[in-house]
């Protein structure tokens, strides 16, 4: 499961070049004719440790292992995180539920003020 993904992420060019840890040093070769495309291969085996490749991209394995977990979950293959999709929403919507707070608690104050404006016994003014 985790080297499908990333054997699809290090042969994939569109991601390769979108982004950067991989547009550095994954970038396409010239392919001569008669050659293979350099990037139609996998460049990882199944057999290569995620400590390996976290080394070869020059990054600590635990944000490669955090990526592919992420991918899992954004093609539905875990079920145990949110996917990017989702956590954008999340966010939208903590976001909006904290403003909505914020007004509520101005709309509070503001509901208190006039009630006391309202109770408030009116006295003429003396000549």
């Not at 992420?70 to 954008?88: F, I, N, Y």
Request: hydrophobic letters at 35%; proline letters at 6%.
């Amino acid at each position: 499961m985790h080297s499908s993904w990333l054997n699809w992420a290090f042969t994939n060019e569109s991601y390769a070049v979108a982004h950067p840890l991989f547009r550095e040093r994954y970038s396409p070769v010239e392919v001569r004719p008669g050659q293979t495309p350099a990037h139609s291969q996998p460049l990882i085996a199944n057999t290569t440790t995620r400590d390996t490749i976290a080394k070869d991209l020059g990054i600590h394995k635990e944000a490669l292992r955090g990526w592919v977990r992420q991918a899992e979950a954004d093609h539905g293959e875990r079920d145990d995180r949110l996917t990017t999709a989702e956590r954008d929403e999340l966010k939208q919507l903590r976001k909006e539920n904290a403003e909505l707070k914020r007004a509520n608690e101005i709309l509070k104050a503001a509901s208190v003020f006039f009630a006391q404006e309202i109770d408030r016994p009116r006295t003429r003014p003396s000549r």
